[in-house]
């Protein structure tokens, strides 16, 4: 059998740290097997860097290197692949690749959660496609499984692990690591950048859920109400109190269908119980679970941040060949953004002995536990809304108090203090 001429697609790639180095070596070493099994050979024709004369230790030539943005916009490029991070540039590469008709391949969350549906439009408009399966989940296909279910009823809920590095953080901690250990093993790892604020304040898992919401309830990214908590500033503390009430704490990310047609969103510490899937999710390892109704929710997992998972989503989404859904288009029924209005227990901690009792009851919130210790006082709320606590932890931080505070999933009769 005469065997099939290769199919030559030229890339483009704006980035070369730690993803889009990652993917020029796994398209280097892999290339062979790309070839064999998709008969694709890819070729690079330029990379955008900001210092083109810095040694990257990657298998490119030095003349396809470039800070001229101009000239990486105009190289002739069947697909452009953005590894950058931030809004911009990468709101401009994505948009002239779309406008001349270019595929375009991103791992960007902030990029698709702020503008993904003009994206989407515009690529639809010049017939072509856009793809981020890397964007959320890395590893862990939570995009494509999502776009797969399209043709059944949207879920009841999107609810996960969605930061490797948070969640490898946290994991450290409960082995009895410092906190200073864990984030300077993380950077070690190549699980988190210098500044990994965005991993602990939340804002990159909400910006993951914004664009898994609008995969799978038709939302626009930037219209998702999402309640957003932070690990810091106790993290530590936050881990040993819910290891102490006999559970486990995970930074979850949740969008949840409501009263038919209305969709909240949160990020936030969960107190878990020790023997739930989310507690048993360790290191960079992120999860996710999609409700359908079902016996039993789709699982997803894999590691979530880090060079090599990263780089391979997005040679994933370079081999797709047929344009994805990205718009509610394909979507039957309208579902809209709400306020959270559910009630939760909450676990409330604070270095200080404050006096969060009095404020809770002022504020109407019944207190289930209570305690104090050598380094933290902390409560355990009555189911109340979210709303009420924030009141309560505002106050606090208004006296200059550092306040921890965890929304608790754990059973009545799991919640122990040892």
């Not at 540039?89 to 549906?117: C, H, M, Q, Y």
């Not at 288009?329 to 009095?358: M, Y």
């Not at 979210?386 to 059973?411: F, M």
């Amino acid at each position: 059998m005469t065997p099939q001429p290769l199919r030559d697609v030229r890339l483009a790639l704006a980035g070369c740290g730690v993803v889009g180095g990652g993917l020029v070596r796994l398209l280097h070493d892999a290339r062979d097997d790309i070839a064999s099994r998709f008969g694709v050979r890819f070729s690079l024709e330029k990379v955008l860097v900001r210092h083109p004369e810095r040694d990257r230790h990657v298998p490119v030539e030095g003349r396809l290197f470039t800070n001229d943005l101009g000239a990486f916009l105009r190289t002739e490029a069947d697909i452009v692949v953005e590894a950058i991070g931030g809004e911009e540039p990468a709101f401009t590469i994505a948009s002239a690749a779309l406008a001349n008709g270019r595929k375009f391949v991103t791992a960007n969350k902030e990029l698709i959660a702020a503008a993904g549906d003009k994206l989407s439009s515009l690529a639809h408009e010049r017939e072509t496609s856009i793809d981020f399966g890397a964007a959320v989940g890395a590893s862990a296909p939570v995009i494509s499984t999502l776009r797969d279910l399209l043709g059944a009823s949207p879920p009841r809920s999107v609810r996960g692990i969605l930061n490797g590095t948070s969640n490898y953080v946290i994991s450290e901690l409960e082995r009895g690591v410092s906190l200073e250990q864990a984030l300077a093993a993380a950077r070690e790892r190549g699980l988190a950048e210098a500044d990994c604020s965005r991993d602990l304040d939340g804002r990159d898992a909400a910006a993951k859920l914004a664009i898994a919401a609008w995969i799978a309830f038709g939302i626009r990214p930037q219209s998702l109400r999402v309640r957003r908590t932070g690990v810091l500033p106790l993290l530590p503390e936050l881990v040993r109190t819910s290891t102490a009430l006999g559970g486990r704490l995970r930074l979850i990310a949740e969008c949840v269908q409501l009263d038919g047609d209305r969709v909240v969103a949160a990020v936030e510490p969960v107190v878990l119980s020790a023997g739930s899937a989310f507690a048993r999710t360790v290191g960079e390892e992120n999860r996710i679970e999609i409700d359908q109704g079902w016996s039993a929710p789709l699982c997803v997992s894999g590691p979530g941040a880090g060079a090599q998972p990263t780089a391979s989503a997005l040679l994933s989404d370079l081999l797709r060949d047929s344009p994805p859904p990205n718009s509610r288009g394909a979507i039957s029924k309208a579902f809209f953004p709400a306020n959270d209005r559910r009630e939760h227990r909450w676990l409330l901690i604070t270095r200080d002995r404050a006096e969060i009792d009095v404020l809770l009851q002022d504020a109407g919130i019944g207190i289930e536990r209570c305690w104090h210790d050598a380094t933290c006082s902390g409560v355990v709320t009555a189911r109340t809304p979210w709303d009420r606590v924030e009141h309560v932890t505002t106050t606090l931080e208004g006296t200059g108090l550092a306040v921890g505070v965890a929304r608790v999933e754990l059973p009545d009769s799991e919640v122990t203090v040892q």
